[in-house]
Structure formats: structure tokens, C-alpha cells
Nanobody, 118 residues
Framework: QVQLVESGGGLVQAGGSLRLSCAASGRTFSSYVMNWFRQAPGKEREFVAAIRWSSGSTYYKDSLKGRFTISRDNAKNTVYLQMNSLKPEDTAVYYC???????????WGQGTQVTVSS
């Protein structure tokens, strides 16, 4: 059974940092792209970043480049999202998702709340 479990969310002041983790289990993800999405209250879910397990190639929402960094630890089957210089508009539930392509999710985690106070 495939499981994606996010952790690391919380409350942080504007300008602060958080690192989200997504622990993957239940199958081999080497052919997958691991994606991070977020959904703010009253807004549609949006793509944040992605990383290809096999090559480590990364992709970002343009407006987040330079503040957010996605990485992976193959030994731990875990993907990370380092978020720096956080802004109140980054407040959202962040989801990890696995798919064969960027920007999609065939498997989803339960989400982790990130709240940035001004």
C-alpha cells in the first residue's frame, strides 16, 4: 500500500523558515516525480515544486524560485521542501504527491498545515 506522509508544518513568523518532509513507502518510486502542491483557504490547489527521483532534476513554480528548494534522500525515501523567507501568502496546506510527470498526483499525502504570521 502506497503511503506518503508529510510532516514539518507549523506556525512561523514572516521571514522565517520551515522544512517539510514527505516520507514515501509501499512501492518503488524511482520512476516517479515527487511533487509538492499547496492549497490556501478559498483558493485552488497550486503546484509548488517537483523533483525526479532518478535524476534529481528539479522544477519550481516561477514565483517561488530562490525561496523554496526541493531535495530528496534516496536512502530514506524522503523528499524535502525547504522554505525560506516565508510570507503570509505562503500560508496553506502543503501536499506531497507522486506521479510519472511533473504537476500531477497519482498518490497523495494527507497534507501538512503551514501558517505564516505577519
Amino acid at each position: 500500500q502506497v503511503q506518503l506522509v508529510e510532516s514539518g508544518g507549523g506556525l512561523v513568523q514572516a521571514g522565517g523558515s520551515l522544512r517539510l518532509s514527505c516520507a514515501a513507502s509501499g512501492r518503488t518510486f524511482s520512476s516517479y516525480v515527487m511533487n509538492w502542491f499547496r492549497q490556501a483557504p478559498g483558493k485552488e490547489r497550486e503546484f509548488v515544486a517537483a523533483i525526479r527521483w532518478s535524476s534529481g532534476s528539479t522544477y519550481y513554480k516561477d514565483s517561488l524560485k530562490g525561496r523554496f528548494t526541493i531535495s530528496r534522500d534516496n536512502a530514506k525515501n524522503t523528499v524535502y521542501l525547504q522554505m525560506n523567507s516565508l510570507k503570509p501568502e505562503d500560508t496553506a496546506v502543503y501536499y506531497c504527491a507522486a506521479a510519472y510527470t511533473m504537476g500531477r498526483g497519482d498518490y497523495w499525502g494527507q497534507g501538512t498545515q503551514v501558517t505564516v504570521s505577519s
